[in-house]
């Protein structure tokens, strides 16, 4: 494939999961985009797994995105560590990693290798593109990119364009792998790699995943294993542990190389061009219908910048329901508040379903 | 919102009857969109609402309505100019902030704007101020001064000045009582006010 940069890269392996039946008329596709660490194991449990796939409390029979209705379709976005190709790849020029050597991708390149992933299956057009912070901008990424193959899009707090408080905490996050020696310069495959650095980078996200509400219920003042300071830099607080154990469960699990190259995309992802177009002109001629759900902790991805895109939406003349739902979850919110989500996507999807229908009638 | 639980039916039905076949309407106010599902369902209107309330918006999507989650001081300025055949603000305009500033972006997204409002002029209202001394408590009013969400209290005469100021001219209007009909001494006799708007001029300069 041609990268919106001009590089060729390929061939591409995808990993993608599939739930529900397509029908024959292939008209009941929902497409679940993932965040920035998560895979194509949205939901169920894999053999000999304790824990279920990353939104299967939205995937299943019953469920908002049920599986007895619609045919859900999840995959590992390009540039990720699980399964579809990215930086921990072997180049099949020299039989290594990638390493630092892998192009840096965008979110219209997901969504370019997503296309050729349903173009393969078969599936012309969806019925829905689906996701939460990342995920959400590729889904609506698909309704610039490919807009008579969207028949709508559900946005999950998230954003049109990166704005410079999100690039400069991923641009944190990646200082921290790559200040670590055990980074080397990117070609760290075989050795332990800068666990370190990628520690750290996790726990920067995970500060900006709470809210400062929902930081203080969970730990406030309180301190880890002990009755008073120890005064030392071994460990005083509740928070400090939660961080250190997100940081180190996050290095046994991702790999650095791709939180390099993930958060790069986020940072470059612009329905507006740079500035070059307004986000209503991204949205023109576009006939999807878009919900857009915000919650009013996120500090990472602000309500109104789900609002902004539910406005231009509408300056087009287009159809976009917008909710803010109240929540002390903080960015965290898209995957843990589900039964405010819950009725609202359900009912957004039925309803989208139900005008497919009508059409083909 | 006051209830109005007598004259909610018939408000609907003065509504529908005055909303033509398969325009586009935005309920300003929708609440959980009970309105705006039965123009959908009898008129094939292509309903959109909006809302403060998060329980509201969440009733209203699950009915498959378009709703924009928010404050409609703020919620207009974004719909383009006269996209809709109707705007409704039905017992709403009383609790706005700015309820002018409101009413003249409903006339500029709307060709047609339905007004509802409780009627202060109602012979009870007055009765309860002028002999008892007190601030009126009403079916159309019925909260203690201290806790109504009503910010704004006027009568028929004062909208239909207003309406004249601004340049609203009514195509229809309605009073109701007790669910009924009013058709003598509305200033007097009528608990809720229905008005059928259009604008006089030209509001694109």
Known sequence: ?361 | MPEQTENRQAIYDWIMTRTAARSRVLDVGCGDGELLSRLAEQREVEACGIEISQQCVIRAVQRGLTVHHGNAEEGLFNYPDGCFDLVILSLAMQELEHPRNVLRECFRVGRRVVVVFPAFGHWKARWQLALAGRAPVTGSFPHAWYESPNRHYLTVKDWESFCADEQWRFIDRGFLRQGATVRRLPNLRAEVALYLLESTVDIMD
């Open chain 1, 1 to 361: 494939m041609i990268l919106e940069s001009g590089v060729r890269l390929g061939p591409v392996d995808v990993a993608y999961e599939a739930y529900g039946t397509l029908t024959p008329e292939r008209d009941n596709v929902i497409l679940v985009c993932h965040a920035l660490s998560g895979g194509a194991h949205a939901a169920g449990l894999s053999p000999g797994a304790t824990k279920p796939g990353w939104w299967d409390v939205f995937i299943g029979p019953g469920k908002a995105l049920d599986t007895d209705r619609y045919h859900v379709i999840c995959s590992n976005v390009l540039g990720s560590c699980y399964g579809t190709t990215g930086p921990s790849s072997t180049d099949p020029t020299t039989g290594r990693p990638y390493g630092p050597r892998f192009p840096v991708v965008t979110v219209a390149d997901m969504v370019q290798v997503q296309a050729q992933l349903l173009q393969t299956l078969g599936i012309d057009s969806v019925l829905a593109t689906i996701g939460g912070s990342m995920g959400g901008m590729q889904a609506l990424q698909w309704a610039v990119q490919f807009p008579e193959r969207v028949r709508s899009v559900i946005g999950i707090a998230t954003t049109s364009h990166h704005s410079a408080q999100q690039i400069a905490f991923n641009e944190v996050a990646r200082q921290a792998i790559m200040a670590d020696p055990a980074w080397k310069g990117g070609d760290y495959y075989g050795t332990d790699g800068p666990r370190l650095g990628l520690a750290v980078a996790r726990m920067i996200g995970h500060i900006t995943y709470l809210s400062e509400v929902g930081m203080g219920q969970k730990f406030g003042r309180r301190l880890r294993n002990r009755e008073k300071f120890g005064y030392d830099f071994s460990l005083d607080f509740e928070v400090e542990s939660y961080l250190r154990h997100q940081g180190e469960s996050f290095v046994g699990r991702f790999d650095a190389n791709s939180l390099l190259y993930l958060t790069k995309a986020l940072d470059y992802f612009d329905l507006t061009n740079g500035g070059t177009r307004s986000l209503e002109e991204a949205f023109k001629g576009c006939p999807s219908r878009f919900l857009l759900i915000a919650f009013s902790s996120d500090w990472l991805y602000p309500s109104y910048q789900c609002k902004a895109i539910a406005h231009a939406v509408r300056r087009n003349h287009g159809d976009a329901t917008y909710c803010e739902i109240q929540s002390d979850y903080g960015h965290d919110a898209f995957l843990l508040e589900y039964e405010e989500q819950a009725p609202i996507v359900a009912s957004f999807l039925e309803r989208v379903a139900r005008v497919r229908r009508r059409a083909h009638a």
